[in-house]
């Protein structure tokens, strides 16, 4: 059996649709959407809709961290619009068509926190199992999804805006987890709680990783714990105890799968 693992996709549909050449299955964990493309100042939706110019200032104030300033420029760009929802919902469908059109394989999603996974089912077609707190068999091993990433600790979930991650407590990741019962390759949007899995490098911050699937590692010790959402992690893979722990990311960019063969 040959699966093929990819995550943090952002727009990339032309990768997407190689992404399964080869192999039996196809797994996506998320962040289809490509919103704000830090390589390319013109692409993502942000980039699409204020231009590169706008964009350049948007990451450098968040190369510098200066998040208080990053907060009212965003809420000046989005103010000029009439409709932000409306233009954000708008250029969200037109990727998700493409996108789940390049998933011609067996494919199982789960997605992530750059993701509206409620409009998913009105773009999955009939080989695209969209699975979050659910599990899947294949080739002879149970597959558990969770996704989304976590919302940090004291914070208050957004409403409104144009855009709304798809934040999660680590309440709700657990309770999702308690569904999956044993497992033998675990696969989340977010790592597992490990500094090494969950710090990047390039962005110089420590992302949010979850002691549920830490614990469930070390607990239930699968086979594989696959995930994404650091694009640029301090170690890509790491073995804790029985387990393969792999960062199967950053796929826009590196386009690349990673290969479960059994």
């Known amino acids: 059996m040959r699966v093929h693992v990819v995550s943090d996709v952002h727009g990339n549909a032309e990768a997407l ?3 399964g050449d080869g192999a039996d299955a196809l797994v996506v964990l998320g962040d289809l959407i490509d919103f704000v493309d ?3 100042h013109a692409g993502g939706i942000m980039g699409a809709v204020f231009g590169p110019d706008a964009m350049a200032t948007f990451a450098r104030l968040r190369r510098e961290r200066a998040h ?11 103010t000029s619009l009439d409709d932000p929802g409306a233009v954000v919902e708008s250029a969200i469908r037109e990727q998700y068509t493409r996108l789940f059109a390049a998933m011609t394989v067996p494919t199982y999603a789960t997605p992530g926190n750059v993701d509206v996974p409620a409009l998913w089912p009105e773009y999955a077609g009939e080989n695209v199992r ?3 707190g659910a599990t899947a068999e294949l080739g002879g091993l149970r597959f558990g999804f969770v996704g989304g ?5 004291g914070a208050i979930r957004r409403r409104g ?4 991650p798809y934040l999660r407590t680590e309440d709700e990741v657990a309770a999702d987890v308690a569904k999956l019962g044993e497992v033998d390759v675990l696969c989340s949007h977010m790592p597992p709680d490990v500094p090494e899995l969950t710090y990047d490098v390039v962005s110089r911050r420590q992302e949010l990783g979850s002691p549920t699937l830490l614990r469930v590692i070390s607990e239930q010790s699968p086979r594989w714990a696959v995930f994404g959402h650091v694009h640029q992690p301090l170690a890509q893979r790491m073995r804790l105890g029985y387990t393969e722990c792999a ?16």
């Not at 990433?149 to 600790?153: D, G, S, T, V």
């Not at 805006?161 to 709304?164: C, E, L, N, S, T």
Request: net charge positive; charged share 20%; no cysteine.
């Open 161 to 164: 805006g144009a855009f709304r």
């Open 38 to 40: 830090y390589h390319d």
């Open 247 to 262: 960062n199967v990311g950053h796929f826009q960019r590196t386009q690349r799968p990673y290969v479960l063969r059994w």
């Open 68 to 78: 208080n300033e990053v907060a009212a420029f965003a809420r000046s760009l989005w």
């Open 17 to 19: 649709a190689k992404a």
């Open 149 to 153: 990433a976590l919302l940090p600790p």
């Open 130 to 132: 969209i699975l979050d």
